[in-house]
C-alpha cells in the first residue's frame, strides 16, 4: 500500500476503487484534501483496479480454504499488464502445492487415511480433489522430490556396520500375470541407535519374497550384522553378513503353546511345562538386556559374557536334551525345534555388544504400515507401491529423528522444487532427517 493510501479513510478507498479513471481519482483525492500528482494517480489507480484476479494455490494448503489471490495490474496508459512474479509450481499445471501434498502424504502414510476417504473430506468444504488426483500427486511428487533424498539415505544406511530388516504383505493390483488374490512384499531395512550411523528406515517394494531381494538390496557395498526372524531367505545372505537371530519369535511360540495348556492346567500344573520354563529362561535373558540398555556397546558385550552366556548355554543344553521326546507336530514341539534350528543366530548377540536380541525394532518401523493398510487394502499400481515405500521411508526416518512429518515434507518439497533438475550432492545432503541445517519448526518436541 502507498503513502497516499495510507492517509485515506476506509470510506475514501472504498470511493478510490469506484472511480472510472485517473482524472476522477485525482478530484477526489483533492475533495478530502490531499493532492495527487500524475504518476501518483496513475500507480494507485493500476493498484486499485486489478483487471485480473485468480485464485492461487494457497486456496488448497487447508481444507477450509482461503481468499489469497494474485492480482495483475494494467497501465491506465499503455494497457501494459503487471504481475508479481510467481515461484515455481509443484507440478506443472496443476494446483499441488508443498503444503497440500504433505498434507495428503501425512494423513495417509502416517495416520492411516485412505485416499477415498480423504476425498469425501475435502468435498465437505467444496474442495473438488479426487482420489486419483492425489494418488498422481504422491507418485509424481516421491519419484521427483523425495526418490533423490532416499538413494542418499540408502547409501547411507549400506556404510552401516549393523541393521535389521523384516517383510510383510502388500497386495498391488495391477501386478501383471498374477492372480487377484496374490501377495506382493514390501521390505524394510532400518538402523538402530547402535549402528553407528543416522536412524532410518528403508521400505522397498518388491513383487515377490525371494531370498534374492535382500542380497540385491544390500548389494557388494555392506558388511557387517543383520538382525532378522527365522526366514531362510536371510540365512542365504554372502558371508560377509553375519546374521543373528530374534529371541521374540522364539519366545512367541513357547508363548503360543503356553496359552492353550492355560484351559486345561492349574497355575501350579503350568509352572511344570516346558512351555512355561522356557518361557521363564527367556525372561531372565530379557532383565539383562533391560539392565544394560543404557549402557556402552562395550559395557553391554561384557555383562553377557557374564551373565546372559551362561544361561543362554544351560537353555539350550535343557532343549537338546527335550529333542528326542517332544512331540514334534505339537505347539510345544514346533516351538522346540524352531529355537534348535536357529541356535547358532540365536547365540550370535552374545559377541558384539553392538547387537540386539531381537528384532523388534523392524516390527515398530512397521506398525503404521500395517495400520495403513487395514485402511486403504491395496495399492493399485506398481508405481503406486513403489511411491508408497519412498514416503513411507521418508515419514518414518523422520519420525526417528524426532521430526513432525507434515513440517519436514512440506519444507522438503518446498526446498527440493527450487533447486536445479539436477541438484547438487550437498545441497541435498541438507535436507536429510538428520541434518542440523532443518528449520526449527520442522522439529517434534515429542520423545524420538
Known amino acids: 500500500m502507498t503513502m497516499a493510501e495510507n492517509k485515506m479513510t476506509k470510506e475514501v478507498l472504498k470511493a478510490a476503487k469506484g472511480t472510472g479513471s485517473v482524472e476522477e481519482l485525482q478530484k477526489l483525492a483533492k475533495e478530502n484534501g490531499m493532492e495527487l500528482d500524475a504518476a501518483q494517480a496513475e500507480e494507485m489507480y493500476a493498484r486499485l483496479h486489478p483487471v485480473t484476479q485468480e485464485l492461487s494455490d494457497d486456496e488448497l494448503d487447508n481444507v477450509t480454504g482461503g481468499d489469497s489471490c494474485d492480482v495483475g495490474y494494467s497501465c491506465p496508459k499503455c494497457g501494459a499488464m503487471k504481475r508479481p512474479e510467481k515461484t515455481p509450481p509443484l507440478l506443472k499445471g496443476s494446483a499441488a502445492t508443498p503444503s497440500l501434498v504433505a498434507g495428503i502424504m501425512n494423513a495417509k502414510y502416517v495416520n492411516g487415511m485412505p485416499l477415498a476417504r480423504q476425498e469425501r473430506e475435502f468435498a465437505r468444504y467444496n474442495l473438488n480433489l479426487s482420489t486419483k488426483t492425489m494418488a498422481n500427486w504422491i507418485i509424481q511428487c516421491a519419484g521427483r522430490y523425495l526418490q533423490p533424498l532416499y538413494d542418499l539415505m540408502k547409501e547411507e544406511l549400506l556404510r552401516s556396520k549393523y541393521l535389521h530388516g523384516d517383510e510383510t504383505r502388500i497386495q498391488v493390483i495391477d501386478e501383471p500375470n498374477q492372480k487377484g ?66 529371541m521374540a519369535h522364539a519366545r512367541r511360540r513357547f508363548d503360543e503353546a503356553l496359552t ?169 545432503l541438507e535436507l536429510l532427517p538428520w541434518s542440523t541445517s532443518l528449520p526449527a519448526d520442522c522439529h517434534s518436541k515429542l520423545k524420538k
Open 181 to 246: 488374490s496374490t501377495q506382493n512384499w514390501m521390505w524394510v531395512y532400518l538402523t538402530d541407535e547402535y549402528s553407528s550411523s543416522p536412524r532410518m528406515v528403508l521400505f522397498q517394494y518388491e513383487r515377490t519374497r525371494a531370498g534374492y531381494h535382500p542380497a540385491e538390496f544390500l548389494g557388494d557395498q555392506f558388511e557387517g550384522s543383520f538382525t532378522c526372524d527365522g526366514y531362510q531367505a536371510y540365512h542365504s545372505l554372502p558371508g560377509r553378513i553375519a546374521v543373528t537371530g530374534y
Open 260 to 428: 492353550v495348556l492355560k484351559k486345561d492346567f492349574t497355575k501350579e500344573e503350568l509352572k511344570e511345562t516346558t512351555a512355561y520354563q522356557a518361557m521363564e529362561r527367556i525372561g531372565m535373558l530379557y532383565k539383562i538386556e533391560e539392565m544394560i540398555r543404557d549402557k556402552s556397546p562395550e559395557e553391554r558385550y561384557e555383562e553377557r559374557q557374564k551373565q546372559a552366556k551362561p544361561l543362554l548355554e544351560a537353555f539350550f543344553e535343557w532343549l537338546h536334551r527335550l529333542e528326542d521326546s517332544v512331540d514334534r507336530s505339537s505347539m510345544i514341539g514346533e516351538a522346540v525345534l524352531y529355537a534348535l534350528n536357529q541356535e547358532v543366530y540365536l547365540k550370535r548377540y552374545l559377541e558384539d555388544g553392538h547387537l540386539s536380541i531381537d528384532n523388534l525394532a523392524a516390527e515398530r518401523s512397521l506398525k503404521n504400515f500395517a495400520t495403513g493398510r487395514r485402511n486403504w487394502l491395496f495399492a493399485k499400481s506398481i508405481r503406486g507401491a513403489q511411491a508408497s515405500a519412498t514416503v513411507y521411508s521418508i515419514t518414518e526416518t523422520a519420525m526417528l529423528n524426532g521430526l513432525k512429518p507434515y513440517n519436514y515434507l512440506t519444507y522438503v518439497m518446498g526446498q527440493m522444487k527450487d533447486l536445479d533438475p539436477f541438484p547438487e550432492k550437498e545441497a541435498m
